[in-house]
């Protein structure tokens, strides 16, 4: 059994940065891509950004050049730093391995003043 913990998310202000982590328990970590989805109130869950196991990453448009996704294999941990928040940005961010049916419970950030 996986489980998938993500945190670091809040209330911030346009412009603004926040880093989520995402923990995850069990030895099959390090072999799997990863993911971080989101998912607006009303809106279908969409894809941020992956990195493959070996560390290629790949973005959704809206956030290129603002998101940075990251992981250490030792520590089970994935991250997302997010910078340059806009309002459009607000939603209850997940991280999942890609491809088993995992996903963390959510964390919720929001965008505003």
């Known amino acids: 059994q996986v489980q998938l913990v993500e945190s670091g998310g809040g209330l911030v202000q346009p412009g603004g940065s926040l880093r989520l982590s995402c923990v995850a328990s069990g030895r099959i970590f390090r072999i799997y891509a990863m993911g971080w989805y989101r998912q607006a109130p009303g809106k279908q869950r969409d894809l941020v950004a992956t990195?493959?196991?070996?560390?290629?990453?790949n973005y959704a448009d809206s956030v290129k050049g603002r998101f940075t996704i990251s992981r250490e294999n030792a520590k089970n941990l994935m991250y997302l730093q997010m910078n340059s928040l806009r309002p459009e940005d607000t939603a209850v961010y997940y991280c999942?391995?890609?491809?088993?049916?995992?996903w963390g419970q959510g964390t919720q950030v929001t965008v505003g003043l």
């Open positions: 990195i493959t196991s070996n560390g290629v990453t």
């Open positions: 999942t391995l890609l491809g088993t049916g995992y």
